[in-house]
Structures are given as structure tokens and as C-alpha cells.
């Protein structure tokens, strides 16, 4: 296990309000470097809201596959969608909306959901993504 100054210390925690358990990953990590501390702390970060935005998504996945209303899921790649999947009903659904949602991050996965009445096989519905979810 390595020391590090507390003067590195408080700086990355001054700089990022950090705690010291991010900044002593952070530290570990860059074995040391300041500026790859910082920037591993931020990547570390970003990807526990993106896994957060993640679990709300499947969370509303799995409701609506549990209430019979989740229609599919649309892939996108930016803003450009790639596919609209069909999902089956019940708890089979939810875990493909779960295994969907773990996909790279540059891909947007959205939940079409069917409206009250609808039909099975429905035109387009209203759409709910990650970034929707905030």
C-alpha cells in the first residue's frame, strides 16, 4: 500500500469535494499523478451517474413489464436509433430491458409504452429514456 503526501491530499479533495476514500482510489489507480487522479475520479464518477440513470431506466422498465404496458425498447447510438426491440411480457421483458440498459454508453435505450386500450402490436407511443428520467 502506497503513502501520499495530505498535501496531494487536500488538493485533489479541495479541487474535485472529494472524499478521501475517491481520493485515495483516485491516487491508487494513477499510482500517484495528480492530474490522472483527478481525471480517474471523474471517470469514476460519471459512470455511477450513468449506472444511477441506468437502474432508473430499468426500474421503469420492470414496472411496465410487470403492469403488462411495456411495449419495447428503442437502441439509439447518439441520437440516431439503431433498432426498436419487442419485449415480451412479465418479468421476461424487464430482464431484457435490464440486460439492454447495460450496453455501452454510447448507446440511449428507450421504453415505448403501450397506452391504456392499445393494441399488441401498436403504432408509436410515448417514449421514455435515461436522459428523460433525471
Do not use: C, H, W
Not at 13 to 34: C, F, M, P, Q, T
Not at 124 to 130: G, I, K, M, P, V
Request: no cysteine.
Amino acid at each position: 500500500m502506497q503513502k501520499f503526501d495530505m498535501a496531494v491530499v487536500d488538493e485533489i479533495r479541495k479541487r474535485l469535494n472529494a472524499s478521501y476514500d475517491e481520493v485515495l482510489v483516485g491516487l491508487e489507480e494513477s499510482d500517484g499523478d495528480i492530474l490522472r487522479a483527478l481525471a480517474a475520479i471523474e471517470r469514476r464518477r460519471s459512470e455511477q451517474r450513468a449506472a444511477e440513470e441506468g437502474g432508473e431506466l430499468i426500474g421503469r422498465a420492470i414496472g411496465l413489464a410487470r403492469e403488462g404496458r411495456l411495449k419495447g425498447l428503442r437502441v439509439k447510438l447518439g441520437d440516431r436509433p439503431i433498432r426498436d426491440l419487442p419485449v415480451p411480457r412479465g418479468f421476461g421483458g424487464a430482464l431484457l430491458a435490464e440486460l439492454a440498459s447495460a450496453l455501452l454508453s454510447q448507446l440511449r435505450v428507450d421504453v415505448l409504452e403501450k397506452e391504456p386500450g392499445e393494441p399488441g402490436e401498436p403504432e408509436e407511443t410515448q417514449e421514455t429514456s435515461a436522459e428523460d428520467v433525471e
